[in-house]
């Protein structure tokens, strides 16, 4: 009988507990997501509140939160959670709500800032913001510098080719902007839910499109969790019908192309 060369040695507590904590991947095959987008919005907090518990994460970084972060301070409190709420622009974090902790700095610039804290957050995420970058592979490049051993990072993005984010993306600016205006006054600049340009750099559902890129930022553990559908049609009855039709469809082929959001997740080696 042949005997396996390799090396057996006793796991040290440490050794013990990256083993038990697994992989992204394997996490969320224990989630079981749905592959409607509803799914992405109604558990992303739940999600990233169980990631950091099964990876034992405390120090949270929100990309991008500006006036409106998931977390309130009393949330942080009950949760445990030592958060702090980065965005470029000083006019939005002038708005983050009082008593939260905020870090100006550009998720996809040169890290030069003084807000800036390398190595020292457990867990960055973001919602609705990687199609606002301009740079999205420096941006996954920062995530990589600024999370701590065994940080995790979670990117919850609109993707192409969607057909909403595609036209979206294609239309020019002053169209796209009155079309979101008409179907959600709220969005006007001087409202509470201002529209942000968006370029969708890397803004995509598909493991095999986002991988190299986010090995080239250090990344080997990552997992894209696809997402079809949303409520952009939900005023337009026949729309809404064919909208929702093809995505049933996408989401049974698997078909990655045309997803609508993803969960774009990576964890740094410990
Ligand atoms: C559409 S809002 C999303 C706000 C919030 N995350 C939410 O889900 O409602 C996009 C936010 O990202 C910020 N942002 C855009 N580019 C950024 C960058 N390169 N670094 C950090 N924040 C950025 C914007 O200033 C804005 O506050």
Redesign the pocket.
């Known amino acids: 009988m042949s005997m396996a060369l390799t090396e057996r040695r006793p796991l040290r507590s440490q050794d013990a507990a990256a083993v038990d904590r697994g992989s992204i991947e394997s996490f969320f095959a224990g989630l079981q997501p749905d592959w409607h987008s509803n799914w992405a919005w109604d558990h992303y907090e739940a999600t990233i509140l169980a990631l950091m518990h099964q990876f034992g994460l405390r120090r949270l970084c929100?990309?991008?939160?500006?006036?409106?972060p998931l977390f309130t301070v009393e949330d942080a409190r009950r949760h445990g959670l030592d958060l702090i709420v980065?965005?470029?622009?000083a006019g939005?974090l002038a708005l983050t709500p009082k008593g939260l902790r905020t870090a100006r700095?550009?998720?996809?610039?040169d890290l030069s800032e003084p807000d800036v804290a390398r190595g020292g957050y457990d867990m960055m995420i973001?919602?609705?913001?990687f199609e606002?970058?301009h740079d999205v592979e420096r941006?996954w490049a920062n995530i990589h510098a600024l999370l701590a051993p065994g940080g995790i990072g979670l990117a919850f993005m609109p993707t192409l080719w969607a057909p909403v984010f595609a036209l979206n993306h294609i239309l020019p600016k002053a169209a796209s902007r009155a079309i979101m205006h008409a179907l959600f006054p709220a969005r006007r600049q001087d409202g509470d839910d201002p529209v942000?340009p968006a370029f969708y750099d890397q803004c995509r559902g598909s493991r095999a499109a986002l991988e190299p890129m986010l090995q080239r930022a250090g990344f080997r553990d990552v997992h894209v969790q696809p997402f079809w559908g949303s409520g952009y049609f939900e005023r337009m009855p026949g729309l809404r019908g064919l909208d929702a039709a093809f995505n049933k469809l996408a989401a049974k082929a698997d078909w990655r192309l045309v997803t609508t959001y993803a969960y774009v997740v990576v964890r740094k080696e410990r």
């Not at 980065?86 to 622009?89: E, H």
């Not at 973001?126 to 913001?129: G, Q």
């Open positions: 929100e990309i991008g939160g500006g006036r409106d980065n965005d470029i622009d939005e700095f550009d998720i996809a610039g973001s919602r609705m913001v606002h970058v941006a942000f």
